[in-house]
């Protein structure tokens, strides 16, 4: 597991909030790795308002990998904003939407989309 983290300044968020960029390289969310990524992630998150999550690699998750990503953005402060870069896979994007995930999350393709997102 390897955990990139960017701390960036945004012209396109509201009130020039900040904006947690973190990179999650794997393939699977799951229950054989939430535990140790939420040991890596959570504590990230604490405080932040607005959060890019980049998920490019991103191939399967299960209902312990969505339990990971509502729990990160509980651990937001409001309003949470939470922009999942890099869902594209068909499969993916139709599980956020039978799940409802995708009211709680804003979903994108690339980095272009979730700066249009976030100027919101």
């Known amino acids: 597991m390897k955990l990139n983290l960017f701390r960036s300044r945004s012209k396109v968020a509201p009130h020039n909030d900040e904006i947690l960029r973190l990179s999650i390289d794997e ?3 799951s229950a054989a790795n939430v535990e140790s990524l939420r040991e890596h992630y959570f504590p ?3 405080g932040q308002s ?3 999550l980049r998920l490019n ?3 399967f998750i299960d209902s312990s990998g969505l339990g990971f990503l509502v729990g990160l953005r509980k651990n937001m402060l409001p309003p ?3 922009v999942l870069e890099g869902i594209s896979d068909p ?3 139709d599980l956020f939407k039978l799940t409802r995930m995708d ?3 804003l979903l994108c393709s690339d980095s272009k989309e979730a700066e249009l ?3 919101r």
Do not use: H
């Open 27 to 29: 393939s699977r969310l």
């Open 44 to 46: 990230q998150v604490v």
């Open 50 to 52: 607005i959060l890019v």
């Open 57 to 59: 690699q991103l191939t």
């Open 80 to 82: 949470q904003k939470v």
């Open 91 to 93: 499969t993916l994007l």
């Open 103 to 105: 009211q709680i999350f």
């Open 117 to 119: 997102l976030l100027s």
